[in-house]
Nanobody, 121 residues
Framework: QGQLIESGGRLVNRGDSLELSCTASGDISKYHVGWFRQSPGKDRVFVAVITKRGTTAYADSVKGRSTIFGDNAKNTVNLQIDSLKPEDTAVYYC????????????????WGRGTQVTVSS
């Protein structure tokens, strides 16, 4: 499925917006792509997913203030999160699946290395 590289994470203030990018070495439009996050001492959890057909789903924690979208020209899947909160602080990962989409991080085998997002209060 190719390598995935996340970017865009940084230190931001409460209420700011941030756009993360997941860049693939292969054709990212052929895969279902999910964004997940992991805070220190906690499990990796689902944030958002976009299927090959463009269907999207979001975790309740970000629903209404986040958007996942693909940019085929740049071969990326991006995640924008608005109204950031300190509890959004985590390492954000993207992952891809070929056959079907999933909200379960255990169903993904192809992962990027993550990008750190820190939201100060």
């Amino acid at each position: 499925q190719g390598q995935l590289i996340e970017s865009g994470g940084r230190l931001v203030n409460r209420g700011d917006s941030l756009e993360l990018s997941c860049t693939a070495s292969g054709d990212i439009s052929k895969y279902h792509v999910g964004w997940f996050r992991q805070s220190p001492g906690k499990d990796r959890v689902f944030v958002a997913v976009i299927t090959k057909r463009g269907t999207t789903a979001y975790a309740d924690s970000v629903k209404g203030r986040s958007t996942i979208f693909g940019d085929n020209a740049k071969n990326t899947v991006n995640l924008q999160i608005d109204s950031l909160k300190p509890e959004d602080t985590a390492v954000y990962y993207c992952a891809s699946r070929e056959i079907d989409s999933s909200l379960d991080p255990l169903m993904y085998r192809n992962w990027g290395r993550g990008t750190q997002v820190t939201v100060s209060s």
